[in-house]
C-alpha cells in the first residue's frame, strides 16, 4: 500500500520561506506525478503543482512565482518552497500521488501551517 | 475564480439519490476526478476515468459526463456519505489542473 507522509515546520513568519517534504513508502515512484494541495482553513482545496519523477513541474499559474518544488528519486521523496509567505498561506499542506490523467489515488494526511 | 463550478451545497433523505455535478470548459476534453472529504480527514478519491471506482469505494458511488459536465451520483445515500465533494481535472491548458469549489452534501 502507498504511503505519503509531510514533514516540516508548522510555523512560519511573514515574508520568509515555507518548505515541506513528502516521503513516499510502497510503490513505485516512478512514471507519477507528486503533487501538492493546500487547504485553508474552513475552505476548499487548492492545488499547487505537480513533479513528474523525471523533474518536470507545472505550477497554478497564480503561485508560480513563488513555488518551487523538487524531487529525490533515490529517496522517494518530494519538495515544496513557497517564498515570500503571508497569512494567505495559512492551510492544510497534502501530498499526493496523481497518476497522469488528473486523479489523486493517494493522499499524505496533511500537515498545518500557520504563516505568524 | 475556479475553472471547474459546483453548487455549493445539496441534500438527500437517507436512501435517495443524488448527483454533484462539476462544469467547466475543459471537461469536454478531459474528465474529472471526484473526492469525499469528510472534517478533520484528508480527502478520499471515490471516481475517476470515464466512471472507475477504486478499491473500498461502495458501488454506490459512479460517474457520467455529458459536455462541459461532470456528475458524482450516490445512488441510495447513507449516513454516512455526507460529506464535501470536489471534483478536479485538468484546466483547459491541458497540462495544470484545478479543483471545484466543493459541494457539502447533508443526508437528511
Known amino acids: 500500500q502507498v504511503q505519503l507522509q509531510e514533514s516540516g515546520p508548522g510555523l512560519v513568519k511573514p515574508s520568509e520561506t515555507l518548505s515541506l517534504t513528502c516521503t513516499v513508502s510502497?510503490?513505485?515512484?516512478?512514471?507519477?506525478?507528486w503533487s501538492w494541495i493546500r487547504q485553508p482553513p474552513g475552505k476548499g482545496l487548492e492545488w499547487i503543482g505537480y513533479?513528474?519523477?523525471?523533474?518536470?513541474?507545472d505550477y497554478k499559474p497564480s503561485l508560480k512565482s513563488r513555488v518551487t518544488m523538487s524531487v529525490d528519486t533515490s529517496k522517494k521523496k518530494f519538495s515544496l518552497t513557497l517564498s515570500s509567505v503571508t497569512a494567505a498561506d495559512t492551510a492544510v499542506y497534502y501530498c499526493?500521488?496523481?497518476?497522469?490523467?488528473?486523479?489523486?489515488?493517494?493522499w499524505g494526511q496533511g500537515t498545518m501551517v500557520t504563516v505568524s | 475564480s475556479s475553472e471547474l463550478t459546483q453548487d455549493p451545497a445539496v441534500s438527500v433523505a437517507l436512501g435517495q439519490t443524488i448527483s454533484i455535478t462539476c462544469q467547466g470548459d475543459?471537461?469536454?476534453?478531459?474528465?474529472a476526478s471526484w473526492y469525499q472529504q469528510k472534517p478533520g480527514q484528508a480527502p478520499v478519491l471515490v471516481i475517476y476515468?470515464?466512471?472507475i471506482r477504486p478499491s473500498g469505494i461502495p458501488d454506490r458511488f459512479s460517474g457520467s459526463n455529458s459536455g462541459n459536465t461532470s456528475s458524482l451520483t450516490i445512488t441510495g445515500a447513507q449516513a454516512e456519505d455526507e460529506a464535501e465533494y470536489y471534483c478536479?481535472?485538468?484546466?483547459?491548458?491541458?497540462?495544470?489542473?484545478?479543483f471545484g469549489g466543493g459541494t457539502r452534501l447533508t443526508v437528511l
Open positions: 475543459s471537461l469536454r476534453s478531459y474528465y
Open positions: 513533479i513528474y519523477f523525471t523533474g518536470r513541474t
Open positions: 499526493a500521488r496523481d497518476i497522469g490523467d488528473g486523479s489523486l489515488d493517494f
Open positions: 478536479f481535472s485538468r484546466d483547459s491548458s491541458g497540462n495544470s489542473r484545478v
Open positions: 510502497g510503490g513505485s515512484f516512478s512514471s507519477y506525478y
Open positions: 476515468g470515464k466512471n
